[in-house]
């Protein structure tokens, strides 16, 4: 992990996109070079240490001192190390679509238990806001996207949809949003990539 943290500028402070991109080329390095099962993934403690004792320079580097949970593993999905590894995991032969999403898009993707437990479910749901709503605030979209689902969600088990029904069921919440947003017009501004 260090040596792909000098590829953007570590030690010296980075800017978002650099740490951004950093993450991004980081996750499938995780991935690669980690072979863990999904049960020793969920280990706490596994992340903790490569935080606090392996690497602590390089979670400084990217995170600073200041938020407990990029340190300590107690949410996965805040981790500096762990929620790169679900990353690279979810987006296993799609990395063009995690390139695609910003922090602020995985945040609402993976955080939710609902949506995030389910890879396929999440990749759909990326799929679908990044190729219907490319001109669109992709803030505003996917925030409205992942509420509409979670509220099927509720009444729905994906697991017993086929892959083109769970393609579909995305692709419908999406264009309900951008056509309720009415962001779907040329012009609308896009969303940031420095969300961090």
Same mark, same amino acid.
């Given at each position: ?11 010296? =402070? ?6 951004? &991109? ?11 070079? $980690? ?6 993934? +969920?280990? /706490? ?10 690497l ?8 600073? =001192?200041g ?51 389910? =890879?396929?479910?999440?990749?759909? $749901? ?7 709503? =490319?001109?669109?605030?992709? /803030? ?39 056509? /309720?947003? +009415?962001?779907?017009q040329p012009?609308? &501004?896009?969303?940031s990539?420095?969300?961090?």
């Open positions: 992990m260090t040596t792909t943290a000098e590829a953007y500028g570590f030690p010296q =402070p980075a800017g978002s996109d650099a740490r951004i &991109s950093f993450d991004r080329d980081t996750a499938e390095v995780l991935r690669d070079q $980690m072979d863990l099962s999904w049960a020793e993934a +969920g280990h /706490r403690d596994l992340w903790s240490f490569l935080s606090l004792v392996a602590p320079n390089v979670t400084l580097w990217r995170f600073g =001192p938020n407990k949970e990029r340190w300590i593993a107690t949410d996965l999905t805040r981790h500096t190390w762990a929620r790169l590894w679900w990353q690279a995991e979810v987006f296993a032969g799609h990395k063009h679509l995690l390139t695609a999403l910003t922090e602020s898009d995985l945040n609402q993707l993976l955080e939710r238990r609902s949506i995030g437990g389910d =890879p396929r479910l999440v990749r759909e $749901m990326a799929r679908a806001v990044i190729e219907l709503a =490319p001109n669109a605030s992709r /803030r505003q979209v996917i925030r409205d996207v992942t509420a509409r689902l979670r509220r099927y969600l509720a009444f729905l088990d994906v697991r017993a949809l086929s892959d083109q029904q769970v393609q579909d069921l995305c692709r419908t919440l999406a264009n309900e949003t951008v056509r /309720r947003l +009415g962001t779907a012009g609308a &501004s896009a969303g990539s420095s969300d961090l």
